[in-house]
Structures are given as C-alpha cells and as structure tokens.
C-alpha cells in the first residue's frame, strides 16, 4: 500500500496562490485515480480535483479556472497548483490514491485564506 504525505500548505492572502505536494512512497505510475479533496470546519470531505493515470482531470465547479491538478510519475508526486485563492479555500486537503484493490490517504494539509 503506497503512502502518502502532502505538503505546501499555509496562510495566504485572498488572491492569492499555492501549491500543494503530495508525495507518495512508491510507484504512483499505474494507480488509476489520484486526487485531492479537501475539508473545511464542520462540513464533510468532498473531492476538489482529480487525475486519471492517462492525465485526464476533473475539478469541482468552485474551483475551475483557479486550481490545476498535475501529477508527475517520475517523481512519484501529484500537485495542485492553486491560484485566485478565496477564503471559502480555507480547508484542510488531503490527497488520496485510488487502485483495484484499495485507497489511501494522506494525513492533510492546512491552507488558510485570509487577510
């Protein structure tokens, strides 16, 4: 079971940008389904973008044209590159992998959008 440990959270200012690691322990080349979602205070864990082994991505409405999921299988690492950040971003993200037989979590990352 591959490991996972996101990374590049923090407190930025409306507007502004980040981007988020997720490095996993082993070969991420042939997991079908990377992905990040995240989790605000009080509300569920819902799914921001994901990355099929072929490349394509799906995004969340609220954060098309703002967020890019990428992932690099050389260096065994999925990003997200966040741009135009809201305050409504103020989550925790978690990145997951998804194969045949199973998932994986990571442990999350605290992003923080505010003046």
């Known amino acids: 079971q591959v490991q996972l440990v996101e990374s590049g959270g923090g407190l930025v200012q409306p507007g502004g940008s980040l981007r988020l690691s997720c490095a996993a322990s082993g070969s991420i080349f042939s997991i079908p389904v990377m992905a990040w979602y995240r989790q605000a205070p009080g509300k569920q864990r819902d799914v921001v973008a994901t990355?099929?082994?072929?490349?394509?991505?799906y995004y969340v409405d609220s954060v098309k044209d703002r967020f890019t999921i990428s992932r690099d299988n050389a260096k065994n690492t999925v990003y997200l590159q966040m741009n135009g950040l809201k305050p409504e971003d103020t989550a925790v993200y978690y990145c997951?992998?998804?194969w045949g037989s199973g998932i994986s979590w990571g442990q999350g990352t605290q992003v923080t959008v505010s003046s």
């Open positions: 997951k992998a998804v």
């Open positions: 990355i099929t082994s072929s490349g394509k991505n």
